[in-house]
């Protein structure tokens, strides 16, 4: 450390030949804390000798906030905040810094000057690098502006939502890929209270006056905000039931903090597959977080592009271990399934250009007028009644040529599942008049039937 005299002056350190800004050896000193990574706010106690004092409490904290839970966050953040900068460096710095501040940026700006040139076509995917560039971008709005040039070569994102802490996993190679190990580089952001947070970008850590869902959702966003970056997966998980906390759903308003920070930005993200998770504790609790349970999927996917999305997948937590033994949950109905919102999907191409639902979940209601465009559904079940009511759609919205593959997770009879769609179906069959439906059954496999139905094909196999 270097010997430093305490007096301050008012550019933030100590005042004296060995803090100017054109000193070599304060310089150099600021170097050596830049390229590890050490916060303004520890490099300023560094330079300054300051002793440490008591150790910084990173207890992990609840974020569960029955306030945030009911708090409209994405209108919050459009009335306060004009733009993502704005949201980014409100109560970022625990005090003023000065010259080191100012030297952090200048050395950040040739830092990432020189990546440009190292890198084709801004192209990063070397772990240090990403987090390099996550972290020095937050020292100022003309460091983060550079830092926004670079393509993160990333594959897949899972980020998932706990009872105290946040986690992004960022997957940059595939192991499917040509045998190539999978590599994750991992990012948490734990609950140190309602403004305040844990960072961990690897081996670095910092605190930051945000909370934690605050923190998390900048870095999401700042890592799909590329114009260039098609993404393989984006994933939303729930961390599963924590018996610190019975009778407690997740926080999962997170998802409403992401739905602002995109409003804020009003781009598209090329998204090919997407898998998210929802809670049924509007069922059970009433009226918290969202108006419907279905409302994070609404409010994520209308930021996707359409044409690009391929496959969606649906999951609801389980909540068996959190209203077994609740007295007011066990006096509802625990089979209760989650309804999605006709009006907001109907309105949303992605989710109508999309090939590929999988709702392999007893607790999703199958809604066929939200499902009959999918060229594959992969389901939970299928009985008779699934699939005459699903015939009933297909008749009355006329989808020529476009057949379907249905794939069902649980064995069923399918001869017998054939026989009574025929016999429901036995008048219309015969006529002769637009309204016919030309039926019939092609059981080749004991797992696998074909159903033509005059205008399209549907194929149904156990899997």
């Known amino acids: 450390m270097l010997s430093v005299p305490k007096k301050m002056d008012q550019g933030g350190v100590g005042a004296g030949k060995r803090t100017k800004v054109d ?74 810094v000065g010259t080191i501040k100012d030297v952090y940026e200048e050395y950040a700006l040739e830092y990432f000057e020189n990546l440009q040139h190292r890198k084709t076509k801004k192209k990063i995917k070397d772990h240090g690098e990403i987090l390099n560039i996550l972290f020095h971008r937050q020292h100022s709005e003309k460091c983060y502006e550079a830092s926004t040039v670079f393509h993160l070569q990333i594959r897949k994102i899972k980020f998932t939502i706990g009872y105290k802490d946040i986690c992004i996993e960022l ?7 040509k045998d190539r190990p999978t590599k994750v580089l991992k990012l948490e ?78 781009r598209k993200l090329n998204i090919i597959n997407f898998n998210i998770m929802l809670t049924r504790e509007l069922l059970f609790c009433g009226e918290t977080t969202f108006t ?19 496959k969606i997948r649906l999951q609801i937590w389980n909540d068996f271990e959190t209203t077994k033994g609740n007295e007011e949950f066990e006096s509802q109905d625990r089979f209760k399934q989650i309804q999605l919102s006709e009006n907001m999907l109907n309105g ?39 699939l005459i009511e699903l015939i009933k759609v297909l008749k009355e919205k006329g989808e020529e040529g476009r057949d379907i593959k249905i794939q069902v997770a649980n064995t069923m009879i399918l001869d017998q599942i054939a026989a009574k769609v025929v016999e429901t179906f036995k008048d219309l069959n015969g006529k002769k008049s637009e309204d016919s439906l030309n039926i019939k059954f092609d059981i080749n496999k004991k797992n696998h039937v074909t159903m033509n139905l005059g205008w399209q094909d549907i194929q149904i196999e156990i899997r």
């Open 23 to 96: 000193d070599q050896d304060f310089r150099n000193h600021l170097k050596t804390l830049f390229d590890q990574r050490i916060p303004v706010e520890k490099a300023y106690d560094d330079v300054n000798d300051v002793s440490p004092g008591e150790p910084e409490n990173w207890t992990k904290l609840s974020r569960i906030s029955e306030l945030k839970r009911k708090s409209d966050i994405s209108e919050r953040m459009k009335q306060q905040w004009g733009n993502v900068l704005d949201f980014l460096f409100e109560g970022s710095h625990h005090f003023a």
């Open 171 to 177: 997957v940059t190679e595939d192991k499917t890929q």
């Open 189 to 266: 952001y734990w609950c140190l209270g309602e403004t305040k947070c844990a960072v961990i970008y690897g081996d670095t850590k910092f605190t930051m006056l945000k909370s934690c869902d605050e923190a998390a959702s900048m870095d999401l966003y700042f890592l799909l905000q590329h114009p260039r970056l098609i993404l393989g997966e984006l994933k939303f998980s729930v961390e599963p039931y924590d018996a610190d906390y019975p009778g407690v759903f997740p926080d999962i308003s997170v998802y409403r903090m992401i739905h602002g920070l995109f409003k804020l930005y009003e």
């Open 292 to 310: 419907s349970d279905s409302l994070p999927l609404d409010m994520i996917l209308d930021f996707f592009q359409q044409g690009v999305l391929h």
């Open 348 to 386: 949303c191409n992605a989710w109508k250009k999309a090939n590929l639902l999988d709702v392999r979940d007893a607790q999703i209601c199958q809604n066929w007028k939200l499902f009959y465009h999918f060229t594959i559904l992969k389901v939970e079940n299928m009985t008779p009644e699934i």
